[in-house]
């Protein structure tokens, strides 16, 4: 049985909450969060309990933490989570600069403990198929892949742009797809409602020959979430809110089976079996910095008005 407890009581911690009181292999010891009435609430509804201080939480012998608090709160929380003996998985970016998620990775390889990032997006089934799918070669040599993730603001989202907030979803599975890094980064970005830009467009480039371009904004009345892959021999086009995908070639167009799935139990399912098994979860630390490097450099890409080169 795996001890686990969930730090950060918002919109997507109420479902790392839901989630694990639900899983039969995992114990929730406890949750926390600074507003006593809602976590108060919360551990009723899921018969465990509750903390206003994390560091409470965290004297109790945890295995496992979903830190799911503001970004500029990643590092202590992380920090003092591995510090008390627990694997983590915390929300995606990973911190807020790239310093701050060193720290995390540096204080969980000198306590021998697990990172994992919570890219939600890589556990999407039709994300998912269309790994396999593209690791079959069915499609070709895959050149391009781009995005479109827009929809309407969310008052909650005050610390980052919508780079950092949902850019970096599709940073990172075009990353996932293609399994490269990328090596340059150009972005084009305004701010119109928001303190930090909310629409930008990012184009990456992969071994200086792949392309992945990204589209997102706070501005579309409606919510849109869309990928678009080319290969040599097809093009398939998913849509992760329905996980639907279509393989379309010169003689077909094809549906591919999905067992549809919520990502993010999918996502936690991993990070427990992963911990139980004394594995690394996936995605590790390095691919959320990878993530964050290439967000906070198309951020840069936008405000200097150039290309940058990823090392």
């Known amino acids: 049985m795996i001890k686990a407890g969930v730090i950060g009581a918002g919109s997507m911690g109420k479902n790392h909450i839901r989630i694990y009181s639900e899983m039969p292999d995992v114990e929730l010891v406890g949750i926390s969060d600074i507003d006593a009435e809602l976590v108060e609430g919360l551990a009723g509804q899921y018969n465990t309990r509750p903390f206003t201080d994390y560091n409470e939480l965290l004297k109790e012998g945890l295995d496992a933490v979903s830190i799911v608090v503001p970004t500029r709160l990643h590092r202590d929380v992380s920090v003092a989570a591995l510090r008390a003996g627990a694997n983590i998985l915390v929300e995606k970016p990973i911190s807020d600069s790239i310093e701050n ?56 989202i005050r610390d980052v742009g919508v780079i950092l907030d949902i850019g970096v979803h599709d940073i990172d599975v075009i990353s996932f797809l293609y399994g490269k890094h990328v090596n340059q980064v150009y972005a084009v970005a305004g701010a119109d409602i928001h303190s930090m830009e909310d629409h930008a467009t990012i184009h990456m480039r992969f071994d200086h020959q792949f392309s992945g371009l990204v589209e997102v904004n706070w501005l579309t009345p409606h919510k849109v979430r869309k990928l678009t892959a080319v290969g040599m021999k097809g093009v398939a086009y998913l849509d992760y809110i329905d996980q639907t995908l279509e393989l379309h070639d010169c003689s077909w167009i094809r549906k591919a089976k999905i067992e549809k799935k919520e990502p993010l139990r999918n996502e936690l399912e991993h990070f427990i079996d992963r911990i139980g098994r004394n594995m690394q979860p996936e995605p590790a630390g390095e691919d959320g910095i990878h993530a964050l490097n290439v967000s906070l450099a198309a951020i840069r890409s936008y405000q200097e008005e150039k290309m940058i080169r990823i090392k």
């Open 101 to 156: 998620a060193q720290a995390i990775l540096s204080t969980a390889k000198e306590l021998g403990r697990y990172v994992m990032v919570g890219h939600i997006e890589r556990f999407n089934p039709a994300i998912l198929r269309l790994k396999e799918i593209i690791d079959t070669g069915l499609l070709g040599k895959i050149v391009s892949i781009s995005t479109t993730r827009v929809g309407p603001y969310n008052p909650r």
